[in-house]
Structure formats: C-alpha cells, structure tokens
T-cell receptor, first 109, second 116 residues
Framework: GNSVTQMEGPVTLSEEAFLTINCTYTATGYPSLFWYVQYPGEGLQLLLKATKADDKGSNKGFEATYRKETTSFHLEKGSVQVSDSAVYFC????????FGAGTTVTVRA | DTAVSQTPKYLVTQMGNDKSIKCEQNLGHDTMYWYKQDSKKFLKIMFS???????INETVPNRFSPKSPDKAHLNLHINSLELGDSAVYFC???????????????FGQGTRLTVV
C-alpha cells in the first residue's frame, strides 16, 4: 500500500533560520505529492504540490521538489518567520489521499 | 464564503451519548471525507464518499455512521460515545477521487469533540 514517512518533530528554530522537513513515500503508482500546513486551531491548508517527477512546488517562500529516484519530497524554506509556526503534513494522492504523521515546527523570535 | 464548513466547532458531551457532526461543501466537489486527528496530530481517514456512494470505510467502530444525503453534505453520527473518541474530526472534499489524481483536498475547520 501507499505510505508517507516524514521526519519526527517537534522542530524548534530561531527566526531567519533555514528549515528542512524530510518526506519520503512509498507508492505503487505515480502519485501526486503535497505539503499541507495546519496553523493552531485551524484546519489543513494546501501549501504546495507537485504532480510529476522533477516538478517543483513553491508557495510563501517554501519549496519542495518531487524526486522520483529517491522517492522524496522534502520541504525547505530559507528564512523562517514566527508566523511559520505550525504543523506540516506531507501527503500523496494515488486516488487515495495518504498523510504523513505531521511535523510540529515552532519558530522563536 | 466558506468552502468546507462543519458544525459544531466544539462539542463537549458525556460518555454514552449520541452526537452528530455536520459538513457541507460549496465547491461542487464529488468526493467528501471524514478524518480523525488525535492528540499527537496524526490524521487517520475514516470514510470517503463519492457522489453519495461510500467508497472508503477504514477500520472504524460501527458506532460511527456517515450519511450523505447529497454530494454537498456528509454528516457523521456517533453512537454511545467513549472517552477514546475525544479528538478533532475534519471534513474534507476533493473534485473526484477517480478522475483527478493530482487534485488536493480542501478541509473544514474541524470539530473538537471532548467526551467526559
């Protein structure tokens, strides 16, 4: 079956630091890959997506590249802000949406 | 306009009670879902409906019963509530499960259920 594995948190870093959250997947087909973000007390929002190999998704300074050879979709941001504090979920869609366990990120001023 | 709305936002109830959570989407999507998020933020899919037809029914106690009166609504009824049912329940929708592999799901704000 399909599955998503992402790095465990929590992750705590200072403002303007570099953020990486690792995500790898297992799928039998050719899934699309997503990063969702959940701010405190809210539902999940789509952050970015990539639908085929070598695609790069980007939004709000975050980027992730679909790497078929390493089955990865790592999330990166060069300079985080306090407002980026949230839970981040990696997900894949191969006709069924599967989520990773979520990574809690706290950014301190 | 809220795309996916669920009510209530908070629900506190006693063990043994029966309660319902309602969900509506105004996006014209064919597919709707219920997810359960536990205290560690882990998301588990419970049910999925495509055009009012149940297509995913994960290992969920049969005290949980989804109902989809039309493709814009998916309600969740829970009988005989237990302490372990305390969680945040999210409703979501997407264009179509089978036709669009590359489409994302849109989530509601969640219902925080507390069983005391």
């Amino acid at each position: 079956g399909n599955s998503v594995t992402q790095m465990e948190g929590p992750v705590t870093l200072s403002e303007e630091a570099f953020l990486t959250i690792n995500c790898t997947y297992t799928a039998t087909g050719y899934p699309s890959l997503f990063w969702y973000v959940q701010y405190p007390g809210e539902g999940l929002q789509l952050l970015l997506k990539a639908t085929k190999a070598d695609d790069k998704g980007s939004n709000k300074g975050f980027e992730a590249t679909y790497r078929k050879e390493t089955t990865s979709f790592h999330l990166e941001k060069g300079s985080v802000q306090v407002s980026d504090s949230a839970v981040y979920f990696c997900a894949l869609n191969d006709y069924k949406l599967s989520f990773g366990a979520g990574t809690t990120v706290t950014v301190r001023a | 306009d809220t795309a996916v709305s669920q009510t209530p936002k908070y629900l506190v109830t006693q063990m043994g009670n029966d309660k319902s959570i309602k969900c509506e989407q105004n996006l014209g999507h064919d597919t709707m879902y219920w997810y359960k998020q536990d205290s560690k933020k882990f998301l588990k899919i419970m049910f999925s409906y495509n055009n009012k037809e149940l297509i995913i029914n994960e290992t969920v106690p049969n005290r949980f019963s989804p109902k989809s009166p039309d493709k814009a609504h998916l309600n969740l009824h829970i009988n005989s509530l237990e302490l372990g049912d305390s969680a945040v329940y999210f409703c979501a929708s997407s264009i179509s499960r089978t036709q669009r592999r590359n489409t994302e799901a849109f989530f509601g704000q969640g219902t925080r259920l507390t069983v005391v």
